[in-house]
């Protein structure tokens, strides 16, 4: 797997994008001997199945649909996959185990993202508040450019902060 494609999917799987119940799903259809668990193959079918539910998964899609070499042909090699199976890939991933991954990851990314907005007495503006949740919203500029003009008129002037 690409360097390019990890952290797309990081992104992907710790940006909310993809909810916890559909990994759940996505598990239990590819945990083929039932046994609570997947191996690296069966999970690259279920990285496939939540490519297809994002908007960064589709575009991976269709660039490897369209030849690109960019993307890996499997994701076996990568850091990510001999974290979760081992050096030799033929450990298992459990559900649970994979869900808490997430959330780790996911604590950890807004921690560094607020960490790079400098909160001044562990707070920051509305104003860079509103920028850090609209960084991955998938938003046009255009229309983020609204949103944070509405969030400066109605904080204008007022010292608070979150």
Known sequence: ????????LLMMIIGGSV??????IAFKIFDVNGDGSVDAEEFEGI??????????????????????????ESAVGS??????????????????DFLAFQARMKDEVLQMEFMRLQPEDGKI????????????????????KKMLKRVKERFQGEAAKV
């Open 79 to 96: 850091g990510l996959q001999k974290y979760f199976f081992g050096k030799y890939g033929n450990g298992k991933l459990k559900v649970h």
């Open 125 to 144: 503006t509305e104003k860079k508040f509103c920028k850090m949740l609209l960084t991955y919203a998938g938003i046009s500029e255009q229309k983020q």
């Open 1 to 8: 797997m690409s360097d390019l494609f990890v952290s797309n």
């Open 47 to 72: 990285l496939d199945v939540l490519r297809q539910q994002t908007s960064i998964g589709m575009r991976h899609r269709e660039a490897k649909m369209l030849g690109s070499s960019y993307l890996g």
């Open 19 to 24: 909810s916890a119940r559909h990994i759940e």
